[in-house]
């Protein structure tokens, strides 16, 4: 354990933050991490717990608790605090694919369910993980690993999203050639196009995906399987075939006007904002401009609170954020004990930013979007918005959030971004494979497995459980590659 008085002595400190009004002046990162020795400092902390809840990844409460990663979190940070960097990047590259993306992403489901968080701060884990792995490629410790032998089994991995890229990776150390194919014109999937590049830059990206090429897998991009290039050129060319696409098929708001001019997906938004970003630096225009605008952000999720802080970015004249559910307690619930996931409210670095530009919270509670108002031109120009409140179905029994007669309120809106979530698989890709799916449009699988219901294709990611965090898609890539890799080999050792 780090040192066994260290959560007594010591107090959490967290990466520095550059200050809101200074950091949307560009789309760059804004966590400054701390030094080596502070960082250590943080790894005192950690208590080593008789059960380490940090690493358990199980459900409580029909959330996780802990890393679903089950990263080796006290083993870890017992080794940042001993200052065995090299050991350190070692362990904790045992179970994670991609600490460089989970240290900037992740939610830190690790630091909800720390023993710490029972009387004070939790040990800054996530902190510590970013610091492990920066170090380790500053020092040269990150070099590729092509594998010695090679097993001849060719497979084909669909998607380059961190599940993909975690069953690609893995598979390819296992010896088995591996080729990504991915839709868009560069790899990354949900971590390139769906995550802005101040949450994560871009280049930490590229830097991962030169050492899988370095390793062997190759990466085919523009390549939209069941369009340009089919499926059954796959299931004749590879030995195994992993769909790794993501629930790609965003929910929509169907309300009067829904066809006004100004109103777009979240998912396309934050793609061309990023892709235009990575091109020209804006200079191409391709891009969705928020600049002057009056934005309305349906949805109060991480995409919802993405989406706010880039039309900040873009200069947008003022932002409102409408969640349909109540707010959140600011500390646990009764009901809502310890190491359960903390269901209390969360003010990001979006609303943070919009409290610094605007004065004021962005996010108004139980409230919606009734109807849309255009002009002539068809162009958005302003929204109605409804209260709610939550009544019982007299049909399913279930709790509804309803509209409340005489609280319509008309708000200027020149731009309206849905971030409603997303459902299920693109039906294309599944057409194209024929692959079973359940009732919630993923693709279908034996509970636990990964395998689909046709012969040698199998699946992983957002695709088969539905929306998640990049820490669950790389869970279920290398737990999928464990799969296919008893299937065409009779074992695994992976």
Known sequence: MGKPTGFLDYKRENSYEIPPRERIQNFNEFHVPLSLEKQRIQGARCMACGVP???????????ASGCPLNNLVPEWNDLVYRGSWEEAYKRLTKTNCFPEFTSRVCPALCE?????????????????????IENAFAQGLVKPCPPQVRTGKKVAVVGSGPSGLAAAMQLNKRGHLVTVYERNDRIGGLLRYGIPNMKLDKKVIDRRIALMEAEGIAFVTNANIGENVKADQLLKEYDAIVLACGASNPRDIQAPGRDAKGIYFAVDFLKATTKSLLDSNFEDKKFISAKGKHVIVIGGGDTGNDCVGTSIRLG???????EMMPKLPDTRAENNPWPQWPRVCKTDYGQQEAIAVFGADPRLYTTTVSEFIKNKKGELTKAKLVKLESKRDEKTGRMMMVPIEGTEEIVKADLVLIAAGFLGAQKYVTDAFQVELNPRTNVATKPGKYATSVPKVFTAGDMHRGQSLVVW??????????????????????
């Open 53 to 63: 809840f940090c690493q358990a990844g199980m459900m409580i409460g029909g959330m």
């Open 112 to 132: 909800a369910a720390c023993t710490c968080n029972l009387d004070s701060e939790p040990v800054a884990t996530k902190a510590n993980e970013r610091a492990i």
């Open 316 to 322: 947008a004249a003022s932002v409102t954020q409408l």
């Open 473 to 494: 898609a790389i869970r279920e890539g290398r737990e999928a590659a464990k799969e296919v890799d008893e299937y065409l080999m009779g074992y695994t050792n992976l």
